[in-house]
């Protein structure tokens, strides 16, 4: 049976209300996010971004050591706010980079380098992703 028009539509602009919800509950919360044997944040590299690991409590955290194996030492960790990750944070990196939030947990959520996301000077929206590819050429 076809959806009726606009079905999808209305499915995806709900969808993009519930992450701006998310979003700001991101931002307005204190996260942990450990710390890599060098002292610096914990990332993990995926599909060209760089993805800063955040948790949500010292059990997810946990979760994550435990699912890498490391679940037996020490894990160093820092308290930042998720507005800082977002928009201190990421752009320091000086690559394409967003915040993984409960990594291999069942509720983990991306907040990916997008406008709207961190700061338009670390975006890499496609729009933009595009004309560079361009200009590449």
Same mark, same amino acid.
């Given at each position: 049976m076809a959806e009726p028009t606009g079905s999808a539509d209305v499915r995806?602009?709900?969808?993009?209300?519930?992450?701006a919800v998310l979003l700001g509950e991101f931002r307005r919360t204190a996260v942990l996010v450990p710390? #890599? %044997?060098?002292?610096?944040?914990?990332?993990?590299d995926?599909?060209?971004v760089r993805?800063?690991?955040?948790?949500?409590?010292?059990e997810t955290l946990a979760r994550f050591a435990y699912a890498?194996?490391?679940g037996g030492r020490e894990w160093e960790y820092r308290t930042v706010l998720g507005a800082r990750l977002l928009d201190v944070l990421v752009p320091k990196l000086g690559v394409p980079a967003g915040v993984a939030l #409960?990594?291999?947990? #069942?509720d983990g959520v991306l907040f990916p %380098?997008?406008?709207?996301v961190v700061p338009d000077s670390a975006a890499v929206d496609l729009e933009q992703a595009a004309v560079d590819l361009e200009a590449a050429r």
């Open positions: 995806a602009e709900q969808a993009r209300r519930e992450f710390i #890599d %044997p060098y002292g610096s944040l914990w990332t993990a995926q599909g060209g993805w800063i690991c955040a948790f949500t409590n010292q890498r194996g490391e #409960d990594a291999g947990g #069942d %380098p997008v406008r709207g």
